[in-house]
């Protein structure tokens, strides 16, 4: 069974810590993507990778980085944890040799910043 | 930039009835495609239709889609108890990169 996996479910950081958040998937595919999800907002993108070390931004970057050295892993960091990035963080990959076959998303990490 | 809006925010429902929801969205569009997701997980692909379609099916699922109004919706027959997740439509801009704007989502409650 194909699979994207998220290292956490649950993550509780303290106000100004790195967080490294990882996501793997086996499915070879090229996208990789980082969204945030919260309540009344939806769904919005936070950076996207179509190869290995190229990344692009999303719709709200700020805060964040990527890093992907090897075409399965995308990690996203957050420099300086802050409140205001308590959110659940969904991964995601997609096939670009193959479009349109829809996302596959990781299971999410549940990030509280305190 | 959240591309679409679906239609109503919460749905209430019996076992067997219908569940329809409705998406718009902005601009010209590749694709759209719908998405489930269960309580506190991650979304699970459910169905994709290219602009240059009107209706697909896929079990229990139809999908319309009208590219003049810039909409689409999602119908579930005969609901079950299991069906009860939230719903989520994504498209994929006709122009860039292939990336996925999703909407806000319908949250649907099928009660046995």
């Known amino acids: 069974d194909v699979k994207v996996t998220q290292s956490s479910r649950y993550l509780v950081k303290r106000t100004g810590e790195k967080v490294f958040l990882e996501c793997v998937q086996d499915m070879d595919h090229e996208n990789m993507f980082w969204y945030r999800q919260d309540p009344g907002l939806g769904l919005r993108l936070i950076y996207f990778s179509y190869d290995v070390k190229m990344k692009e931004k999303g719709d709200i970057p700020e805060g964040y980085s990527v890093s992907r050295e090897k075409k399965e892993r995308f990690s996203l960091i957050l420099e300086s944890a802050s409140t205001n990035q308590t959110s659940m963080y969904l991964c995601?990959?997609?096939?670009?040799?193959?479009?349109?076959?829809?996302?596959?998303f990781g299971s999410g990490t549940r990030l509280t910043v305190v | 930039s959240q591309q679409g809006e679906e239609d109503p925010q919460a749905l209430s429902i019996q076992e067997g009835e219908n569940a329809t929801m409705n998406c718009s969205y902005k601009?010209?569009?590749?694709?759209l495609q719908w998405y489930r997701q269960n309580s506190g997980r991650g979304l699970v692909h459910l169905i994709l239709i290219r602009s240059n379609e009107r209706e697909k099916h896929s079990g229990r699922l139809r999908v319309t889609l009208d590219t003049s109004k810039k909409s689409s919706s999602l119908l579930i027959t005969a609901s079950r108890a299991a069906d009860t997740a939230s719903y989520f439509c994504a498209t994929d801009s006709a122009t860039g990169f292939q990336k996925l704007v999703f909407g806000t989502g319908t949250r649907l409650l099928v009660s046995p």
């Open positions: 601009t010209s569009i590749n694709n």
């Open positions: 995601a990959s997609s096939s670009l040799t193959v479009p349109g076959y829809g996302y596959t």
